[in-house]
């Protein structure tokens, strides 16, 4: 608020100063008596006569970039006036402080203007003066040694939200993301977790944009022992994505995949393992029979980017009706079950 008033303030002075210039001029040009040149060696007469002149006085008191002068060889109007290069300098480059200023003539009767003294003034740089974005990748572990087991986490539709809307990323999938990364962390995994927007231009072509993203780290990295696409679902009723473990709300979970995809058997073989190790240590935290594993008939876009690995799901934390506690609540089990599956193999 206090920056705009005084960008207002600015406006109306720069408009005021402009006024009082044009009035000036026109004041000056029908009334005022032009200086007239006495060459007596050194222009006292001429500045005398000029400084006299209220339009003269006021243009050198209002426009800094002008300096009023005395031109014994150039009379007319413009000829009155230098441009003040020096006035500029300290009024538009605010680290500079313009000290004193020697004019001194040469042997050519050339004049040069000499600074004597131009102070830097210091200034600093802190977090506060810098409004940065956040890096959307964090990692954990070293992901080029494979002396612990390797999980990526990305979000092909990053900007899913929950019951509460989009206020950021941490109210997306990618904070759910964030609470699953981390808990993974602490039972010892190597975990990269990408919150890079994929779906920012267009939902539907969301699937081409991640797909880069994978395979920039499989480029970078080879296979990681499990690839996680993290959504939320849309749609279903609050009560059919929403259940209790140890007195916790959570939303329940489901894995997607297709049949045509290309490794197809390796994938559902996999899923099908995670899901059964869910059912043993927290029953209720996926969705119940075929909703829990959904294996579509269609292609989905680019087989939802599981032709790259088979170690690549897709998780749905609840749906859109559920609140980002509930999924965030699932996350902690979830990291026990997938810790579980894993270091089963």
Same mark, same amino acid.
């Given at each position: ?26 004041? %000056?040009?029908?009334? %005022? ?71 001194? %003539? ?20 802190? *977090?506060? %003066? ?71 231009? *267009? ?143």
């Amino acid at each position: 608020m206090k920056n705009e008033e005084t960008a207002k303030y600015g406006k109306v002075k720069a408009r005021v100063m402009i006024c009082i210039v044009v009035i000036t001029m026109t004041i %000056s040009m029908l009334f %005022s008596t032009p200086g007239i040149a006495v060459d007596d060696g050194n222009n006292t007469t001429m500045e005398s006569v000029m400084k006299s002149n209220l339009f003269f006085k006021l243009i050198g008191s209002t426009v800094s970039a002008l300096k009023v002068e005395g031109n014994k060889d150039d009379t007319s109007f413009v000829g009155r006036f230098s441009i003040n290069a020096l006035n500029i300098v300290n009024n538009e480059i605010s680290f500079l402080t313009v000290g004193d200023f020697l004019l001194e %003539s040469t042997d050519t009767n050339e004049h040069a203007n000499v600074v004597q003294n131009i102070v830097i003034n210091p200034f600093k740089i802190n *977090d506060g %003066s810098i409004s940065m974005a956040p890096d959307p990748v964090s990692i954990v572990g070293d992901p080029s040694s494979n002396l612990r087991k390797r999980i990526l986490i990305y979000h092909t539709h990053t900007n899913e939200a929950y019951a509460e809307g989009n206020s950021g990323l941490e109210s997306t999938v990618a904070g759910v993301g964030d609470v699953l990364a981390s808990e993974l962390e602490k039972l010892g995994f190597t975990v990269i977790h990408d919150k890079t927007v994929h779906d920012v231009a *267009d939902y539907n072509n969301a699937y081409y944009a991640s797909r880069d993203t994978v395979n920039k780290y499989l480029s970078s990295y080879g296979d990681f022992d499990l690839i996680i696409d993290l959504h939320r679902d849309g749609g279903p009723a609050k009560p059919s994505v929403t259940g209790t473990i140890d007195g916790n709300n959570i939303a329940r979970l489901s894995l997607v995949t297709t049949k045509r995809d290309p490794r197809y058997e390796a994938h559902i073989t996999k899923m099908q393992e995670i899901v059964d190790t869910a059912n043993d240590l927290y029953p209720g935290l996926f969705k119940d029979g075929e909703r829990g594993l959904i294996a579509y008939n269609h292609g989905g876009i680019t087989f939802y980017n599981q032709d790259l690995s088979d170690n690549a799901i897709l998780m749905e934390v609840g749906a859109d009706v559920n609140n980002l506690q509930e999924a965030k609540n699932s996350m902690v089990y979830m990291s026990k079950v997938i810790g579980g599956y894993l270091n089963s193999k």
